[in-house]
Structures are given as structure tokens and as C-alpha cells.
């Protein structure tokens, strides 16, 4: 009786040093395999499900073009791709406010929308730059402190330590405002 075992999945490690080659057939993979996470994350920081979907695109798009240069963490290329994905998402988020118009009864007033997508930014800036990833990914991707410690190489109670203090903090920076 012949048996034929499963091939073993690939690792993003395997697929980058593929792609690094030039093959775009496992860079289609590496697109299968994190384009669901990455629309969810974009979609959930923008809000808009076609902006959310050009941003994926872009993502992507760089992603591919800087594949020499990319960081692999603890066999995942994931990580790196929601950076870039970030990156995108705040260029998006600040053409939004640029393009975004609200009458105004006073002139010389600056809009409520942007007073406070100012405070939120302000206050994000006073987290480190982890504690503002797990956010993103707690908050943001609506992650388990789990699935969040697995990306980050942590454990799932510092993970909820940290959230926690950093909920604190915006709490606390928000409401002195």
C-alpha cells in the first residue's frame, strides 16, 4: 500500500527566497495567504471598503518591489507587510482630512472631526512604538492578545499588560483635552 503524505506547507521564509529569485507565483501565494488580514486591517483604520481595497493593492505593490529589503519575524513575513500597509493607510487617512470639507458657522473655528483626529494622533504619539502596534492589532485588526502575542513574539499576558497601560494612557491624554 503506497501512502502520500501531505507536502509540507511552505513558510513565508521559503516563499521570500523565492521571490527574491523573482518568482511571482509564490509571491501569489504570500498575496493568498495574508490579503485577508491586510483588507481587514486597512478596512477597519479607514473604514471604507474601496479605499481599504486599493490600499491592499498598494500594499502589495511595495511590498514586491522592496522584497530585498523586507523582515522576516518569527517565519512570517506578516508583520512587515501591515507596516507597509500602515505606512499607506496614514497617507490615505491624512488626503482624507486634506479633502474632507464641513461648513463652518465660524470661519476662524477648526472643524470638531479634525480637533479630534488631531487629539487621537497626539495621544497615539505618546505610546511607544510597540504599545501602539499592539494596539493596532488589538484594537485595530480586533486580534486575541493570543493571536497579537504570536505576531509580535510575546506573551499573552504582557500583551494585556501593555494594552491595558496604553489604554490608560490615550484614556488619560483624551480627556485632559
Same mark, same amino acid.
Given at each position: 500500500?503506497?501512502?502520500? #503524505?501531505?507536502a509540507? *506547507?511552505?513558510?513565508?521564509? !521559503?516563499?521570500? &527566497?523565492?521571490?527574491?529569485r523573482?518568482?511571482?507565483?509564490?509571491?501569489?501565494?504570500?498575496?493568498?495567504?495574508?490579503?485577508?488580514?491586510?483588507?481587514?486591517?486597512?478596512?477597519? =483604520?479607514?473604514?471604507?471598503?474601496?479605499?481599504? &481595497? $486599493? %490600499?491592499?493593492?498598494e500594499?502589495?505593490?511595495?511590498?514586491?518591489?522592496?522584497? +530585498?529589503s #523586507?523582515?522576516?519575524?518569527?517565519? #512570517?513575513?506578516? *508583520?512587515?507587510?501591515?507596516?507597509?500597509? +500602515?505606512?499607506?493607510?496614514?497617507?490615505?487617512? =491624512?488626503?482624507? @482630512?486634506?479633502?474632507?470639507?464641513?461648513?463652518?458657522? !465660524?470661519?476662524?473655528? *477648526?472643524? =470638531? /472631526?479634525?480637533?479630534?483626529? #488631531?487629539? %487621537? &494622533? !497626539?495621544?497615539? $504619539?505618546?505610546?511607544? *512604538?510597540? !504599545?501602539r502596534q499592539?494596539?493596532?492589532?488589538?484594537? +485595530? &485588526?480586533?486580534?486575541t492578545?493570543? $493571536?497579537?502575542?504570536?505576531?509580535?513574539? /510575546?506573551?499573552p499576558?504582557?500583551?494585556?499588560?501593555r494594552?491595558?497601560? @496604553?489604554?490608560?494612557?490615550?484614556?488619560? @491624554?483624551?480627556?485632559?483635552?
Amino acid at each position: 500500500m503506497i501512502t502520500i #503524505s501531505p507536502a509540507t *506547507p511552505k513558510t513565508d521564509l !521559503d516563499f521570500l &527566497e523565492s521571490c527574491q529569485r523573482g518568482d511571482v507565483r509564490a509571491f501569489t501565494h504570500l498575496y493568498e495567504r495574508h490579503a485577508s488580514v491586510v483588507m481587514r486591517y486597512a478596512w477597519s =483604520r479607514l473604514g471604507d471598503r474601496s479605499q481599504a &481595497e $486599493e %490600499i491592499l493593492q498598494e500594499t502589495f505593490l511595495t511590498a514586491w518591489s522592496k522584497i +530585498g529589503s #523586507s523582515r522576516i519575524v518569527d517565519q #512570517s513575513l506578516l *508583520p512587515w507587510i501591515l507596516a507597509i500597509c +500602515g505606512n499607506h493607510v496614514r497617507n490615505q487617512a =491624512r488626503r482624507n @482630512a486634506k479633502s474632507l470639507t464641513v461648513p463652518l458657522t !465660524d470661519q476662524d473655528a *477648526p472643524s =470638531r /472631526a479634525t480637533v479630534g483626529f #488631531s487629539a %487621537i &494622533e !497626539d495621544a497615539l $504619539e505618546q505610546l511607544s *512604538p510597540l !504599545d501602539r502596534q499592539i494596539c493596532e492589532l488589538c484594537l +485595530g &485588526e480586533g486580534l486575541t492578545y493570543q $493571536e497579537a502575542a504570536d505576531q509580535i513574539q /510575546a506573551t499573552p499576558a504582557s500583551i494585556r499588560n501593555r494594552l491595558h497601560r @496604553a489604554r490608560a494612557i490615550l484614556r488619560a @491624554a483624551l480627556t485632559n483635552d
